[in-house]
C-alpha cells in the first residue's frame, strides 16, 4: 500500500473505526512519519496540526489506539485504521469523538467478551461455566431461551420481550463460540444469501 502524501501537502486524513463495533471513533492526520511509526508500533500515531508534532494517540491518558488492520482508500489519500481501543477515544471521555454512543455493533463486542472469558477460563464467569458443561448443555440453554422468546412474544410487555431477546442472542454467541463459528460467519451466510 502505497500512500499518497503529495496531494494534502504531506498530510493525508485518517479514520479511526472500532474494529469490533465497526463505530467511527475519530478523524485524525498523518504525515509519513507518523504512518511509519504507526506501522511498525502497531499503536495509532498522528501528525497533530495544533501541536505541530507527531502524537500517539493516549500518550498521555493511556487510552492507546491498538492498530488491527491499515487500508486506503481508492485515491490511496485518505487511510482507514481498524483498532481496538483501549478506552474512552475522545478527550470528553466519550466513546466516539462524533458524541455517538450507540448499541450498534455492540454484539461484536460481547462476542469478544465471551470469547475472552472463555479463553482466559475465567471461574466466577457464568458464561465460561456454562461453556465448560458441553455443547448439549449451551444448545439447550438456546432452546430454554428461545421457547422464553415466543412466550413473551405472545403477550404486550415489550421490555420482557426485548430482556428475551437479548437472553437467547447471549446465549447464541456461547453457542457459535462452541461450534468455532462467530457471528460474522452467520452475516456471511445471510450476505449470500441476499445475493440470490
Known amino acids: 500500500m502505497k ?4 496531494k494534502g501537502n504531506g498530510l493525508v486524513p485518517v479514520v479511526i473505526q472500532d474494529n469490533n463495533t465497526d463505530q467511527v471513533l475519530m478523524v485524525g492526520y498523518m504525515n509519513k ?4 511509526i504507526t506501522k511498525k508500533e502497531k499503536k495509532v500515531t498522528f501528525f497533530s496540526r ?3 508534532r507527531l ?3 493516549g500518550e498521555t491518558s493511556g487510552n492507546f ?16 485504521i481498524k483498532v481496538n481501543p483501549a478506552g474512552p477515544v475522545c478527550h470528553t471521555g466519550s466513546t466516539s469523538c462524533f458524541n455517538e454512543e450507540t448499541a450498534k455493533g455492540f454484539i461484536y463486542e460481547l462476542q469478544r ?5 472463555i ?6 464467569s457464568y458464561t465460561n461455566k456454562l461453556f465448560k458443561k458441553g455443547i448439549n448443555k449451551v444448545a439447550q440453554k438456546v432452546g430454554e431461551e428461545a421457547v422464553e422468546l415466543v412466550i413473551e412474544a405472545k403477550d404486550n410487555d415489550i421490555e420482557l420481550f426485548k430482556n428475551e431477546a437479548a437472553d ?3 446465549h447464541f454467541l456461547i453457542l457459535l463460540k462452541a461450534k468455532g463459528v462467530n457471528f460474522e460467519n452467520v452475516e456471511e451466510v445471510l450476505k449470500s444469501r441476499h445475493k440470490k
Not at 3 to 6: A, C, G
Not at 33 to 36: D, G, L, N, P, W
Not at 113 to 117: A, G, L, M, Y
Open 119 to 124: 479463553e482466559d477460563n475465567a471461574n466466577d
Open 33 to 36: 512519519e507518523a504512518y511509519k
Open 168 to 170: 437467547l442472542m447471549y
Open 65 to 80: 489506539l491498538y492498530v488491527q488492520e491499515i487500508l486506503s482508500d481508492c485515491d490511496n489519500d485518505a487511510i482507514l
Open 55 to 57: 502524537w500517539t494517540k
Open 3 to 6: 500512500i499518497d502524501f503529495t
Open 113 to 117: 467478551v465471551i470469547s475472552k472469558r
Open 50 to 52: 495544533s501541536k505541530n
